[in-house]
């Protein structure tokens, strides 16, 4: 049974404001998160603008942990998911442009095979 008491009835009317609240900012940090993966797949985005999109939400996971939208693990993870996503991508190195149909040149040189002793 719901309490009665103003005090009671006060909180639950505070407790509605910041869910409301709460629930704008955790939307804005799921799409500025979809918006970063999207970027780091991307390839003929540039890096600039792919660093900015990043930057941004790794910001927007920050401000929503220190407000206490998020757990503070919680945008560490996702923030760890985003970085390992961008440094398996700096490995790789930049995707190789698509080339044209029957293009031998595109094609790279298979590595001799090492001698079995």
């Known amino acids: 049974m719901a309490k009665r008491t103003a005090s009671a009835k006060k909180q639950a009317r505070a407790g509605a404001r910041r869910a409301t609240r709460n629930r704008g900012t955790r939307s804005e940090v799921k799409t500025l998160i979809v918006k970063a993966r999207r970027s780091l797949g ?3 985005g540039d890096e600039s603008e792919r660093a900015a999109t990043m930057v941004e939400a790794l ?3 920050d401000r929503a942990a220190a407000k206490g939208v998020l757990h503070p693990n919680n945008s ?8 390992r996503q961008l440094a398996k991508l700096a490995v790789a190195g930049p995707a190789p442009a698509k080339a044209k149909k029957g293009g031998a040149a595109a094609r790279p ?3 001799p095979a090492a001698k079995k002793r």
């Open 76 to 83: 560490a993870r996702r923030k760890s998911r985003l970085a």
């Open 42 to 44: 991307e390839t003929s």
């Open 109 to 111: 040189t298979p590595a």
């Open 59 to 61: 910001r927007a996971l």
